[in-house]
């Protein structure tokens, strides 16, 4: 789930419901990826919507991801969306300066908090973000 004042939201419905919850009534655009086909590394065709997620992200001030966990990781949906994004010639202009954080549930998520937070902060490094814990929001 992302979320921001102009922007994106990615998740299944129980992250989504918490993204609401810490975003208190700012005005946010919510993308649930389960509705929209990103086919994987290398296995694009014409189907593919990869396109239309990553053009709201680029509008979004504020990108709020929310992820189940399954098997002690992230979502695969949310996974092929970061290695998709990755691989774009224009990921970095695109995200620069951008905020993102990260909203993990799971029944006891506790063990998967810190990995999948590294993941966000590695990638919000790489394209020149910046990580926004949300618990200092």
Same mark, same amino acid.
């Given at each position: 789930?992302?979320?921001?004042?102009? #922007?994106?939201?990615?998740?299944?419905? /129980?992250?989504? @419901?918490?993204?609401?919850? =810490?975003?208190? #009534?700012?005005?946010?655009q919510q993308i649930d990826l389960v509705d929209y086909r990103i086919s994987q590394l290398g296995q694009?065709?014409?189907?593919d919507q990869f396109a239309a997620v990553f053009d709201q992200l680029k509008q979004a001030d504020w990108?709020?991801? #929310?992820? *189940? =966990?399954?098997?002690?990781? /992230?979502? #695969?949906?949310?996974?092929?969306?970061? !290695?998709?994004?990755? &691989?774009?010639?224009?990921? !970095?202009?695109?995200? @620069?300066?951008? &905020?993102?954080?990260?909203?993990? &549930?799971?029944?006891?998520?506790?063990?998967?908090?810190? *990995? =999948?937070?590294?993941? /966000?902060?590695?990638?919000?490094? =790489?394209?020149?973000?910046?990580?926004?814990?949300?618990?200092?929001?």
């Open positions: 789930m992302s979320y921001s004042s102009t #922007g994106a939201a990615i998740s299944p419905a /129980i992250p989504a @419901r918490w993204g609401e919850r =810490v975003l208190k #009534g700012k005005r946010c694009e065709d014409h189907t990108i709020v991801l #929310g992820t *189940p =966990v399954y098997w002690h990781d /992230i979502s #695969g949906y949310l996974k092929t969306l970061i !290695e998709r994004i990755s &691989q774009t010639t224009d990921f !970095e202009e695109a995200l @620069r300066d951008k &905020q993102i954080s990260v909203l993990v &549930q799971g029944a006891d998520p506790s063990d998967t908090i810190g *990995p =999948v937070t590294h993941i /966000i902060t590695r990638f919000a490094h =790489v394209a020149g973000m910046t990580f926004a814990d949300l618990e200092d929001r």
